[in-house]
């Protein structure tokens, strides 16, 4: 830049004025004559307008303009404006040599001689382009935003907002442009405002508004809405200006007290912790339960309510729950106590459900007192107990029984001559012999309900074989049997039915010194059915004897036995002689 001094020689006002034109830079400096023509021109115009000063000295400042200005009149009325205010500044777009246009920031200043006759104008252009793109893209930024947003001064003037800040609060943009943001703030609130603003750009950062507090906006027709508020400092030429996006909550907050209403009204006691294990939210419930207020349980560790026995274990156990969360019980298979505010201790069941919020992941509790239940549950217990302790009694009693009727058909077989007569004593001895063991077989079981029959078969079959006298070298014995249990009302036919079949085939099956053997089998082919075999490689069933038209009562009482089990019996009648029964059994 030229410098003139003092000691220079005289430089005339013209060469003065040329210097300092010259020497503007960053801007186009023109000097215009009272109609708007060029009388002067910077060094630094040509750098941005294209022109040298030749081609443009004597011509119109029109020619800087787009077409649509200039038949819009705009380059007149910007003199006009600066003629009579003596000043003019604007922001818009200007045209260079070769057509392309650029964004501008104008300002026409007005001169006068000292008569006050306008002598010119003397013109400011800026080319701001990058600025401007910059702003523009910004402007699209914060217009494509899904929230409301508004852009305030640090007087609390609003400068900009966005579509849906007009959605939002219902208010047109012209309404709020030039504003204060305060015509958004309910009323109770207004009157802090100002003051939480100031302490905002006292130490301006990007942070959520009013953190920790219920925050609350006002439409335009009067109605308000809880919101969340994010602060975003900007910096611009005017100076610092705070970005507020703003989101209405209304959907969420009717959701969280639904949410809350729900779990206020739960039977059961429900308590939301943290990670941590603090306490974040409790119901009514929960005060009646551990006694406590909720005052006394909110933000406080939730092992204030486990047994102290309990409560070293308690993190790790609640750690491995957040590791790997989902709805289920706690402890499940344990045993689980709760501690009250007297002290007491009383059984639980716990449920656990994690849940999604904005502070992180948390769990919800629902935590039921089972003493009730407990004391009941002792009491069926016990009550079985001593039901088991009957059964036990009522079937030993019942083979003592048996057997003392047994007792006195052997004394009484010791009075009669009759082979007959003793042939049927001991065919109703085996037979109630038979049924005592099946009530032995009850009485030695922890299932009052249901007989081994394999542990029956294995007592039956070396008493049958001592009553008949059988050489056992001569005529064997094979029992087959799964592990089959029957119900009380099975067991005692199906054990008179195998009585019967064994106690014929060691009667009948064999003559006189023949060896042969006896097959037991006892099967369950299905899951609902039964089988049982008895054959015998003997001399087979002489002809014209049925089971189901004979005069022997040990035949008879197999079909009435079979008929009685709902089942069916199928007869081969030698080589080897079998009779196989049939019959359903409930799963």
Not at 137 to 154: C, G, H, K, L
Not at 358 to 381: Q, T
Not at 435 to 450: E, N, P, R, V
């Amino acid at each position: 830049m030229t410098v003139i001094r003092a000691h220079d020689r005289p430089v005339a006002p013209e060469q003065q004025l040329r210097v300092l034109i010259d020497n503007v830079h960053d801007y186009a400096l023109l000097l215009l004559d009272p109609a708007g023509h060029i009388v002067s021109w910077s060094a630094d115009a040509q750098t941005f307008r294209g022109y040298t000063a030749n081609e443009i000295i004597g011509r119109h400042f029109a020619c800087f303009f787009p077409p649509e200005d200039v038949a819009a009149g705009k380059p007149a009325r910007e003199l006009a404006i600066a003629a009579a205010e003596g000043r003019f500044e604007e922001e818009g777009w200007r045209v260079r040599k070769d057509g392309s246009r650029f964004w501008a920031n104008v300002v026409i200043s007005a001169t006068r001689r000292e008569s006050g006759e306008l002598e010119g104008f003397a013109k400011l252009v800026r080319d701001v382009s990058e600025r401007h793109r910059i702003e523009d893209r910004f402007r699209q930024v914060v217009e494509a935003a899904p929230n409301a947003m508004v852009m305030t001064s640090a007087v609390g003037i609003i400068e900009l907002v966005n579509t849906q800040a007009e959605c939002v609060f219902g208010y047109k943009r012209a309404e709020m442009l030039g504003q204060p943001i305060e015509m958004l703030v309910p009323t109770r609130f207004r009157g802090h405002h100002p003051g939480l603003r100031g302490a905002f750009f006292a130490d301006p950062q990007s942070r959520p508004m009013g953190a920790g507090r219920d925050l609350y906006a006002l439409r335009k027709d009067g109605s308000e809405f809880p919101v969340e508020i994010g602060l975003n400092p900007i910096e611009t030429d005017q100076g610092t200006m705070v970005l507020s996006a703003i989101v209405d909550i209304s959907t969420r907050k009717r959701l969280e007290e639904r949410f809350r209403l729900v779990v206020e009204s739960a039977p059961n006691a429900m308590v939301m912790t943290d990670r941590h294990g603090m306490i974040e939210m409790v119901n009514a419930q929960t005060e009646r339960v551990f006694g406590y207020q909720r005052d006394e349980m909110l933000g406080r560790s939730v092992e204030m309510l486990v047994p102290e026995r309990f409560r070293a274990a308690h993190p790790g156990l609640r750690g491995a729950f957040f590791s790997g969360s989902r709805s289920r019980p706690m402890g499940d298979g344990y045993n689980l106590y709760a501690l009250r505010k007297d002290g007491s201790e009383f059984p639980a069941e716990i449920g656990l459900n994690p849940i999604e919020t904005e502070e992180g992941a948390m769990v919800l509790s629902a935590i039921v007192d089972v003493s009730d239940r407990k004391h009941r549950e002792d009491g069926i217990r016990a009550a079985l107990h001593e039901k088991e302790v009957l059964l036990g009694e009522v079937h030993h009693r019942v083979k003592n029984n048996l057997q003392i009727v047994h007792s006195l058909l052997d004394l009484q077989s010791a009075r009669i001559s009759d082979p007959l007569a003793l042939e049927l004593l001991r065919d109703s001895q085996n037979r109630i012999r038979s049924m005592a063991q099946i009530h032995q077989t009850l009485y030695g079981s922890k299932d009052f309900a249901k007989v081994d029959f394999g542990l029956f078969l294995d007592s039956l079959v070396p008493t049958l074989i001592g009553s008949y006298g059988v050489d056992a070298e001569r005529i064997r014995l094979s029992v087959d049997v799964v592990q089959v249990e029957l119900p009380i009302d099975s067991a005692v036919p199906c054990g008179l039915v195998l009585n019967e079949l064994i106690s014929n085939a060691l009667k009948h099956a064999f003559r006189p010194g023949q060896d042969g053997e006896i097959t037991v089998s006892l099967k369950r082919e299905a899951i609902n059915e039964v089988t049982l075999c008895v054959a015998d490689d003997g001399c087979g069933l002489p002809d014209g004897v049925e089971a189901a038209n004979t005069s022997t009562l040990g035949l008879q009482l197999v079909t009435l036995l079979t008929e009685q089990l709902g089942g069916a019996l199928t007869i081969h009648r030698a080589n080897p002689t079998r009779f196989v029964l049939r019959f359903p059994i409930e799963r």
